[in-house]
Nanobody, 123 residues
Framework: VQLQASGGGLVQAGDSLGLSCVASGLTFRIGALGWFRQAPGKQREFMAAITWSGGVTSYADSVKGRFTISRDNAKNTVYLQMNSLKPEDTAVYYC?????????????????WGQGTQVTVSS
């Protein structure tokens, strides 16, 4: 499975931004997809996850109500819509795929990773 994330950029606080992640290859192996982020000097942090078939979602408390994860199975794409962005949301955002359908917040449980896309929020 290969994952290609896109959509990052430079925005101002309060703005919205949408990220996309296209999966290719052996996509039938995907049970769930997640978004993580990593800021300089910090550990990779779970943002949101969604099951590939049923669309069940899970969010980190820090983004609940501001970020929305969704997927389009026909396009093999998972999205992360980010609203009311804050400077502390600045990070490299990664999409990841898990062969398990059980949603996980732990990065070590994900089997495949995209290359990351930079999101910078200015104050």
């Amino acid at each position: 499975v290969q994952l290609q994330a896109s959509g990052g950029g430079l925005v101002q606080a309060g703005d919205s931004l949408g990220l996309s992640c296209v999966a290719s290859g052996l996509t039938f192996r995907i049970g769930a997809l997640g978004w993580f982020r990593q800021a300089p000097g910090k550990q990779r942090e779970f943002m949101a996850a969604i099951t590939w078939s049923g669309g069940v979602t899970s969010y980190a408390d820090s983004v609940k109500g501001r970020f929305t994860i969704s997927r389009d199975n026909a396009k093999n794409t998972v999205y992360l819509q980010m609203n009311s962005l804050k400077p502390e949301d600045t990070a490299v955002y990664y999409c990841a795929a898990d062969r398990s359908r059980i949603l996980s917040i732990h990065s070590y449980e994900y089997d495949y990773w995209g290359q990351g896309t930079q999101v910078t929020v200015s104050s």
